[in-house]
């Protein structure tokens, strides 16, 4: 017995939906099989050099039960403004939070009046008020906009890869078989609803020992190049497990950390080249 996904190859024919308040010239999607891989992170990093080299740049923050793209951009305290269009209830727009480099935030927690109260809807609700989000929002002009998947191959990640116009997805992982056995699932699902996929970022790769500065493959002695080669996609880059990028999240300031970072200059220039 053989059970799938549901779509077979092809059938990605659903009309794509578009932001009514701006335009934007790239949507790249950052997913993983697996929440704690650091798909989030790895989405503010990008948008953060990409923002550092000049580009207009959006996040939309799609994981919608676990928002953590504004403690990224140490905007966590702000809210975004829903403007009225008119005079009809249900017309209006959403006005994105700013951060320090200009990135444009839309997140559920932007919009929510307490941080920590969860999101108790259901897979119907949470994609409406997701497709919402997405074209609701004044984006403005973008260069690209980052969309941080919800994890895993559910219903809400099905609804963004098949109505989103996504130009290309980055897949995360980090070098742990079980991991890359769960992103590869990913990977069919992006081939199946014929999504192109720019690479994988292998993420928490190795730490750099503080004593003898070697590099450590803590989680696996396969290369890099090895666990891309099993998903059967480039590598774009493997980040070290960092204890300064943690700390710079807890003090709301990773996006200037990560910017100034040359560590992650790779990671921001192969995201998009
Ligand atoms: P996901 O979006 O996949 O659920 P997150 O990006 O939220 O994962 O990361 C989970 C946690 O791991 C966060 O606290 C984040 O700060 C931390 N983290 C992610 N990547 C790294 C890294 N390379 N070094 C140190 N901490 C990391």
Not at 45 to 55: D, H, N, Q, R, V
Request: glycine share 8%; aromatic share 6%; with cysteine.
């Amino acid at each position: 017995m053989s059970i799938s996904i549901g779509t077979t190859k092809g059938e990605n024919k659903m009309p794509k939906m578009l932001p009514r308040h701006g335009r934007i010239k790239n949507i790249i999607g950052v997913i993983s099989g697996k929440g704690g891989v650091g798909k989030s992170t790895v989405t503010g990093i990008i948008a953060s050099k990409l923002a550092e080299s000049g580009y207009r740049v959006g996040v939309l923050d799609a994981d919608i039960t676990g928002p953590s793209m504004p403690r990224f951009f140490g905007i966590n305290n702000q809210r975004a403004e829903i403007i009225p269009l008119g005079n009809k209830e249900n017309e209006f727009m959403f006005s994105p939070v700013k951060s320090s480099l200009g990135v444009k935030v839309m997140s559920m927690n932007l919009l929510s009046e307490v941080e920590d109260q969860p999101v108790l809807w259901r897979g119907p609700v949470i994609n409406g008020v997701l497709n919402q989000m997405f074209t609701d929002t004044a984006w403005g002009e973008l260069d690209y906009l980052l969309i941080d998947m919800p994890p895993g191959t559910g219903d809400i990640a099905l609804t963004v890869m098949q109505s989103f116009p996504i130009n290309s997805l980055i897949i995360v992982s980090t070098p742990q078989d079980m991991v890359s056995m769960i992103v590869k699932k990913v990977v069919i699902m992006a081939e199946r609803l014929q999504v192109p996929v720019k690479g994988v970022v292998e993420n928490m790769s190795y730490i750099i020992c503080d004593n003898c500065k070697e590099k450590h493959r803590v989680f696996s002695k396969k290369s890099a190049e090895e666990h891309a080669a099993y998903l059967g996609l480039p590598l774009i880059a493997e980040l070290p497990i960092n204890p300064d990028l943690a700390e710079a999240l807890e003090e709301g300031r990773t996006e200037t950390y990560a910017a100034l970072n040359p560590v992650y200059d790779a990671l921001g220039a192969r995201a998009v080249r």
